[in-house]
């Protein structure tokens, strides 16, 4: 069973970057037709998405945090990583990874990682 | 860019049906997928491509879409459905995930 783990600092402080991980199991990630996803959710706000990767290299961005996100991923290693610069306090979210479908078929998400609180203060 | 819009609650009562609507401008001629989100949970997919279920989701959840309105209905309502919803699109042109705004099932 596919299952997924996000990882990395809870407190990141103004103006730096924020470096989150996931963590893969139970299935390869190169598998054809899996694609790689963050999202994030504000404190009692609703569901954001940042980016998607595949694993040969195709990736998408939110147009809104384009300038400032990279999404990579580590065949060697099964994990797949966020890279946020210049946060600011509007950054403060759940942090999600997940497994999706190809946008061709959607983008349905499933199943996604348990989340991890990032808190963006000094 | 593309908008979905969710209503922000929706009440019933146990064992009576609920309809959460997802409006977007001819959303019935893209993939439609819901998600349940209970507090302090992940989001979990309850359907896939409009009206699919996946494996574990009871037959009591079912989706349907057309026109300008996508719809999950959940049939025999129980107080464990009681979550946060949410209406989610791959919009093509723009190359990005939508999500609706979600909608608070509260079950009286």
């Known amino acids: 069973q596919l299952q997924l783990q996000e990882s990395g600092p809870g407190l990141v402080k103004p103006s730096e970057t924020l470096s989150l991980t996931c963590s893969v199991s139970?299935?390869?990630?190169?598998?054809?037709?899996?694609?790689w996803a963050w999202f994030r959710q504000p404190p009692g706000k609703g569901l954001e998405w940042i980016g998607t990767?595949?694993?040969?290299?195709?990736?998408y961005y939110n147009p809104s945090l384009k300038s400032r996100v990279t999404v990579s991923l580590d065949t060697s290693t099964s994990q797949f990583s966020l890279t946020l610069t210049s946060v600011t306090a509007a950054d403060t979210a759940v942090y999600y990874c997940?497994?999706?479908?190809?946008?061709?078929?959607?983008?349905?998400?499933?199943?996604w990682g348990q989340g991890t609180l990032v808190t963006v203060s000094s | 860019s593309f908008v979905l819009n969710q209503p922000p609650s929706v009440s019933v009562a146990p064992g009576q049906t609920a309809r959460i609507t997802c409006g977007g401008n001819?959303?019935?001629?893209?993939?439609v997928h819901w998600y349940q989100q209970k507090p302090g949970q992940a989001p979990i997919l309850v359907v896939y491509?409009?009206?699919v279920r996946p494996s574990g989701i009871p037959d009591r959840f079912s989706g349907s879409n057309s026109g300008n309105t996508a719809t999950l209905t959940i049939s025999r309502v129980e107080a464990g459905d009681e979550a946060d919803y949410y209406c989610?699109?791959?919009?093509?042109?723009?190359?990005?995930?939508?999500f609706g705004g979600g909608t608070m099932l509260t079950v009286l």
């Open positions: 997940a497994k999706a479908v190809s946008p061709l078929a959607g983008h349905w998400v499933d199943p």
């Open positions: 139970g299935d390869s990630i190169t598998r054809r037709n899996f694609f």
């Open positions: 990767i595949y694993y040969w290299g195709t990736s």
């Open positions: 001819e959303i019935g001629t893209k993939s």
């Open positions: 491509e409009d009206s």
């Open positions: 989610q699109v791959w919009e093509t042109t723009s190359a990005l995930v939508v």
